[in-house]
């Protein structure tokens, strides 16, 4: 009796100290879009890094970690999908341009290779801080990418000419990137606007996971309650038993 009691008692005191594995939240972010609402390259020139960190601003950059994998592959995409518009619009384009018409494009080129980069630099980033190493590709995409924004830099306030091209970009969240700015024709510190109704569902939807962490925050406190009585319960069986063959000695002792 004395041994199953113990047993008990040690196996509910574990139960309440054992802490609570965290359980991370990931979520996809970023929904379908396609290249022409995102691309920055219309308007003018010198504020491409901006204008790309403004594509990608509804993702937590202070929490890398923590970036869905939907996402990182939506990163992906942007890379490979601008490196087309690229070699298949922006290059045809060049060639059969000539003098400022020729310089705009150039510069809408060079702005396109920042999206790409940009998107890239995050990418990696996002892979690094969950454990992956992609420090030598880091190192030379951000090489790439500080050289493109010298370039848009040295021709700020220059037009730049965008190139629409036909391509779709798979996303697993709500929240519509580069909303309202198709072909972005748009001067430089324009601001990628959400749609109201994505905000609203992107905030339901993060209402919905608290009160859910909420719940089993209630839950865990309750079962953690519960341990606890049972472990007194087991510390009052412990002692009862010693109680009781303390008095069962005390008889025999009587008895001899």
């Known amino acids: 009796m004395r041994f199953s009691t113990a047993v008990a008692l040690s196996f509910a005191a574990l139960t309440v ?6 359980t991370l939240r990931r979520r996809a972010v970023l929904a379908d879009t396609t290249y022409d609402a995102i691309s920055i ?15 990608f601003s509804a993702l937590d950059l202070n929490d890398l970690a923590n970036i869905d994998p939907a996402d990182i592959e939506f990163l992906g995409a942007v890379n ?13 384009a060049i060639e059969a341009a000539t003098g400022a ?8 080129k060079t702005k396109n290779k920042v999206l790409k980069l940009m998107a ?14 992609t420090s030598a590709k880091l190192a030379e995409e951000l090489t790439k990418l500080n050289n493109n924004i010298e370039l848009d ?16 970009i798979s996303g697993g969240g709500s929240v519509t990137v580069g909303a309202g700015n198709a072909n972005n024709n748009v001067a430089a510190g324009d601001e990628t606007e959400v749609a109201t109704g994505d905000e609203e ?25 519960e341990n606890e009585a049972d472990a007194e319960e087991a510390q009052a069986e412990e002692a009862q038993a010693e109680e009781n063959e303390a008095d069962q000695d005390e008889e025999d002792e009587d008895d001899d």
């Open 101 to 108: 018409e020729a310089e705009a494009l150039q510069a809408g």
């Open 17 to 22: 100290a054992a802490p609570v594995p965290k």
């Open 153 to 168: 830099a040295a021709v700020a306030g220059e037009a730049s000419t965008a190139v629409p091209f036909d391509a779709t």
């Open 41 to 55: 390259s219309g308007g003018v020139a010198g504020n491409a890094e901006a204008e790309a960190l403004a594509v």
């Open 201 to 225: 569902e992107v905030d339901a939807e993060e209402a919905d996971a608290d009160q859910a962490d909420a719940d089993q925050a209630d839950a865990e406190e309750a079962q953690t309650e």
């Open 120 to 133: 890239t630099k995050i990418e990696l980033e996002a892979k690094a801080a969950q454990g992956e190493d």
């Open 80 to 92: 490979d999908v601008a490196n087309d518009a690229e070699t298949d619009a922006f290059n045809v």
